[in-house]
């Protein structure tokens, strides 16, 4: 039982690579492009700092997609699947939140109470996977043999991701205020020790192969901006 958990985890860190690899030229597109360098046309530095901001404002669902893909042995499938899970969700929650917080939507959206970031991506990417590898081969009665196979997989997952979503709207908001208490005490309270024991446990992790899940919620989740300045 060990071994299988300690195996899925490895390819969870694994599976983090794909989205992970993206960033290095998103933020060298957004960085220059934001830099508004005077030999660099003011069209160009533009397009390179939308191009870079892009993948940033998308990471949940590139997230999602790199997860589905890592399991699922880069089966395009779980891709679709996942990008349609995740959408589901989000929307879920955007319903459900401000009846389970009893707060207007707009004051939801402002606060980010029912925005899970990264960690949702991850999170749905993880149910398309488990769907694909579950149901890929599933057979139907033959009236509704058009959707069997892999075609059933998106349909499941969006089934599942509504419920997923009914669940975060209840179990995020708090995990979204611890997340972000921690990186506020992180940040401004006691930064020593916070990073002393980011490092310590992210350096013992790396032997195992395990430390992209221990960074994922530190380089993608915690912390804020007020704006593009920062």
């Known amino acids: 039982m060990f071994k299988n958990a ?3 985890l490895q390819k969870v860190g694994k599976s983090l690579m794909l989205p992970v690899s993206v960033l290095p030229i998103a933020g060298i597109l957004l960085g220059v492009g934001s830099a508004n360098f ?3 046309p003011a069209v160009v530095s533009h397009v390179m700092a939308e191009a870079g901001g892009s993948v940033f404002a998308n990471m949940p669902l590139i997230f999602a997609i790199g997860v589905a893909l890592g399991f699922t042995n880069n089966d395009g499938v779980s891709a679709l699947a996942a990008v349609v899970a995740y959408g589901i969700m989000v929307k879920t929650m955007a319903v459900v939140a401000p009846l389970v917080l009893h707060l207007p939507a707009e004051e939801i959206a402002a606060k980010h109470l029912a925005d899970t ?12 996977a488990y769907m694909f590898n579950r149901f890929y081969r599933i057979k139907l009665p033959e009236y509704l043999g058009f959707f069997a196979g892999k075609r059933f997989v998106p349909i499941i997952s969006g089934m599942t991701a509504i419920f997923l979503g009914v669940v975060l ?3 995020w908001p708090p ?5 972000q208490e921690f990186s ?3 940040a401004y309270q006691n930064p020593v020790v916070a990073f002393g024991i980011y490092g310590v446990v992210e350096r013992s992790l ?5 430390h992209h899940i221990w960074n994922v919620p530190f380089q993608m989740q915690i912390g804020e901006f007020t704006n593009a300045a920062g």
């Open 184 to 186: 506020q005490w992180a």
């Open 38 to 40: 005077s030999w660099l």
């Open 169 to 171: 709207s209840f179990i």
């Open 175 to 179: 995990v979204g205020a611890a997340i």
């Open 206 to 210: 790396v032997p195992f192969g395990l």
């Open 117 to 128: 970031g990264v960690l949702g991506g991850i999170i749905a990417g993880s149910i398309a």
């Open 6 to 8: 300690f195996a899925n």
